[in-house]
């Protein structure tokens, strides 16, 4: 472990051996940085269930994955590192690690989001053969099917179902999914840090054999999607799946469907590599992984009012063009623009546990009454701004998970509440 100048060090939790050229990228951005490095590749039973770290640095925490993916060790850490308010990526996860890569359960989580649904793919358990036939009898799913893994990665073991009589050849169901096989036109690797889509990779497989997913999950051609309008698309999709399965750091998977042009959500990966990715589309994961540590280390020091205009503020770029604009409109004070951004906060899209709708129309009144009444008396909202702050938003971090909503929701929250309390300093 290299000595830290600035005295962080970063720690990538690892244990599987192909993965290494994945910690050495992480290394080599934290000594470019002047950090130190640490790699964990297995957890100590004895010292975890003494709570004993002495010896390891954990103050900026990159959870990957484990050795034998030794889980109930892994949930002890997420433990430690949550109780002593380490900044740390993916200790929260929905559904605790064991179930966080399970397709099944991914495809669960959308289907719950009022946004995500339409885009949810059928997924279902295989059992046994009229299990599965149960599905198409009952117009659940239809040929052709997918039978995949439900932890399967990299498009390896996934069946291709044209018809009963392939069904029949099935010597066994266990472990299997069933999913409704979508002809892909192409699809992406949207890559999302800390609520904010960094970069999108566009992917086409072998064209000649659709039912090649190892092709096309890899992909024979990849480049960076350039498209402004497919990226917002594209980015509020991977945001909002990132924000329903409590990933601060992931790669999300979309699917185009040939001909129809629907996009489907394929998956979260907890893990995502990004060596193909980087080699496409020049975007260096790790250090923006790093940009990550340094905008929550500056929130837990600052006041929050500085603390959330500085993370917003280092986001604005991967910001829709609407919401930026939204942003800038709001600090200046302009009048009307809420009416016109009400519709990202429509009850049927922005209802997580905690109701960033309803934050909304608290500050958008606050906001339209400072902007356009003639009696502007701004201290009639102090207890506006002290319940803003006592919320369970993560103003200070990254604007993800169910009760914060995505960065889109949290930047223009964010304004209105740093308007709010421009207003009230200046009585």
Request: net charge neutral.
């Given at each position: 472990?290299?000595?830290?100048?600035?005295?962080q060090?970063?720690?990538?939790v690892?244990?599987?051996?192909?993965?290494?050229?994945?910690?050495?990228?992480?290394?080599?951005?934290?000594?470019?940085?002047?950090?130190?490095?640490?790699h964990?590749?297995?957890?100590?039973?004895?010292?975890?269930?003494?709570?004993?770290?002495s010896?390891?640095?954990?103050?900026?925490?990159?959870?990957?994955?484990?050795?034998?993916?030794?889980?109930?060790?892994?949930?002890?850490?997420?433990?430690?590192?949550?109780?002593?308010?380490?900044?740390?990526?993916?200790?929260?996860a929905?559904?605790?690690?064991?179930?966080?890569?399970?397709k099944h359960?991914?495809?669960?989580?959308?289907?719950?989001?009022?946004?995500?649904?339409?885009?949810?793919l059928?997924?279902?358990?295989?059992?046994?053969?009229?299990?599965?036939?149960?599905?198409?009898?009952?117009?659940?799913?239809?040929?052709?099917?997918?039978?995949?893994?439900?932890?399967?990665?990299?498009?390896?073991?996934?069946?291709?179902?044209?018809?009963?009589?392939?069904?029949?050849?099935?010597?066994?169901?266990?472990?299997?999914?069933?999913?409704?096989?979508?002809?892909?036109?192409?699809?992406?690797?949207?890559?999302?840090i800390?609520?904010?889509?960094?970069?999108?990779?566009?992917?086409?497989?072998d064209?000649?054999?659709?039912?090649?997913?190892?092709?096309?999950?890899?992909?024979?051609?990849?480049?960076?999607?350039?498209?402004?309008?497919?990226?917002?698309?594209?980015?509020?999709?991977?945001?909002?799946?990132?924000?329903?399965?409590?990933?601060?750091?992931?790669?999300?998977?979309?699917?185009?469907?040939?001909?129809?042009?629907?996009?489907?959500?394929?998956?979260?990966?907890?893990?995502?590599?990004w060596?193909?990715?980087?080699?496409?589309?020049?975007?260096?994961?790790?250090?923006?992984?790093?940009d990550?540590?340094?905008?929550?280390?500056?929130?837990?020091?600052?006041?929050?009012?500085?603390?959330?205009?500085?993370?917003?503020e280092?986001?604005?770029?991967?910001?829709?063009?609407e919401?930026?604009?939204?942003?800038?409109?709001?600090?200046?004070?302009?009048?009307?623009?809420?009416?016109?951004?009400?519709?990202?906060?429509?009850?049927e899209?922005?209802?997580?546990?905690?109701d960033?709708?309803?934050?909304?129309?608290?500050?958008s009144?606050?906001y339209?009454?400072?902007?356009?009444?003639?009696?502007?008396?701004?201290?009639?909202?102090?207890?506006?701004?002290?319940?803003?702050?006592?919320?369970?938003?993560?103003?200070?971090?990254?604007?993800?998970?169910?009760?914060?909503?995505?960065?889109?929701?949290?930047?223009i929250?964010?304004?209105?509440?740093?308007?709010?309390?421009?207003?009230?300093?200046k009585?």
């Open positions: 472990m290299g000595a830290a100048k600035n005295n060090i970063l720690t990538v690892e244990g599987r051996i192909k993965n290494q050229p994945i910690v050495d990228d992480f290394k080599r951005a934290a000594e470019n940085r002047g950090w130190g490095f640490q964990v590749s297995i957890l100590n039973s004895d010292e975890i269930a003494r709570y004993d770290f010896d390891t640095p954990l103050d900026n925490v990159v959870f990957r994955e484990l050795t034998n993916n030794n889980y109930v060790e892994a949930e002890r850490l997420f433990f430690y590192l949550k109780k002593n308010h380490k900044i740390v990526m993916n200790a929260d929905a559904g605790a690690r064991a179930a966080t890569s399970d359960f991914q495809q669960g989580l959308f289907l719950l989001d009022p946004f995500l649904k339409k885009h949810a059928p997924t279902f358990e295989a059992k046994h053969k009229l299990n599965v036939m149960s599905y198409i009898k009952g117009d659940r799913v239809h040929f052709p099917i997918l039978l995949k893994y439900r932890y399967g990665t990299a498009g390896r073991d996934i069946i291709l179902i044209k018809n009963e009589a392939e069904l029949d050849k099935v010597k066994s169901f266990k472990g299997f999914l069933i999913e409704q096989y979508i002809e892909a036109e192409c699809d992406w690797r949207v890559f999302v800390g609520g904010t889509p960094v970069g999108i990779m566009r992917k086409i497989g064209t000649d054999h659709p039912d090649n997913f190892v092709a096309w999950s890899g992909g024979r051609e990849k480049f960076l999607e350039e498209d402004q309008d497919m990226i917002e698309i594209l980015g509020k999709i991977a945001c909002r799946a990132a924000a329903v399965s409590r990933l601060e750091y992931t790669g999300v998977d979309i699917l185009k469907e040939k001909g129809t042009g629907k996009l489907y959500l394929l998956e979260t990966n907890y893990a995502a590599g060596l193909n990715f980087t080699s496409a589309t020049n975007i260096n994961i790790p250090d923006l992984v790093i990550w540590f340094v905008d929550r280390a500056e929130g837990l020091s600052q006041p929050i009012e500085k603390a959330v205009k500085t993370y917003i280092h986001r604005k770029k991967y910001l829709s063009r919401t930026s604009a939204a942003y800038d409109a709001i600090l200046k004070g302009e009048k009307g623009i809420t009416e016109k951004i009400a519709h990202l906060f429509k009850d899209d922005s209802k997580y546990l905690y960033t709708g309803t934050i909304f129309n608290k500050l009144k606050a339209k009454d400072l902007t356009e009444s003639k009696d502007k008396d701004s201290k009639k909202y102090d207890g506006l701004a002290k319940e803003i702050e006592e919320m369970p938003l993560s103003w200070t971090g990254n604007f993800i998970g169910p009760e914060a909503g995505t960065i889109e929701e949290g930047a929250l964010s304004a209105l509440y740093l308007f709010l309390l421009g207003k009230i300093k009585v």
